[in-house]
């Protein structure tokens, strides 16, 4: 069947994001849709956030294009031209290697839910406000190189 039932996929917060960046994500909630659905195309989670979460760190991708649909509840979206409300029925479109960080912040007294979308790729990812870039390959490390 097409519908998916949301309650029957796992939802995590795990994140790769080593200390202290980790931080910020600890209240997101994710459930990986295209592995349950069979689309293999290219990936969607279903996103919830806890006030006071963060979706990511501020990042770009330099092979990856992405946007969010945003379902329930507000968010902010933090981006090189600032800062912009995200309410139900609003979508925000990253371009790949557009190199405009961006990050949705819950700032809310309550969650909010959004769908992402992507395509992953092998590409770096760059955290233009900290200190560490995803290398292809080598993983997270100092924006120098170095270990985190």
């Known amino acids: 069947m097409p519908k998916l039932d949301l309650d029957t ?3 995590t917060n795990a994140t790769g994001y080593p200390s202290p ?3 910020e994500v600890q209240g997101r909630w994710y459930r990986r849709l295209a592995q349950a659905s069979g689309i293999s195309d290219f ?3 279903h996103v919830t956030l806890e006030p006071g ?3 990511s760190q501020r990042h770009w991708h330099e092979g990856e294009d992405e946007f969010v649909v945003m379902l329930s509840g507000e968010a902010v979206l933090v981006d090189d031209s600032g800062e912009t409300i995200m309410r139900a029925g609003d979508v925000a ?4 290697g557009d190199g405009n960080g961006h990050v949705l912040q819950n700032r809310s007294g309550a969650e909010c839910v959004f769908v992402a979308v992507g395509r992953p790729s092998e590409t770096d990812c760059h955290y ?3 200190d560490m870039h995803l290398f292809a390959g080598q993983g997270f ?3 120098d190189g170095g270990t985190l």
């Open 9 to 11: 996929i796992p939802q």
């Open 21 to 23: 960046y980790s931080d």
């Open 43 to 45: 990936g969607f989670s």
């Open 53 to 55: 979460a963060w979706s």
């Open 93 to 96: 479109a990253f371009p790949r």
């Open 128 to 130: 233009p406000d900290i």
């Open 141 to 143: 490390r100092r924006k």
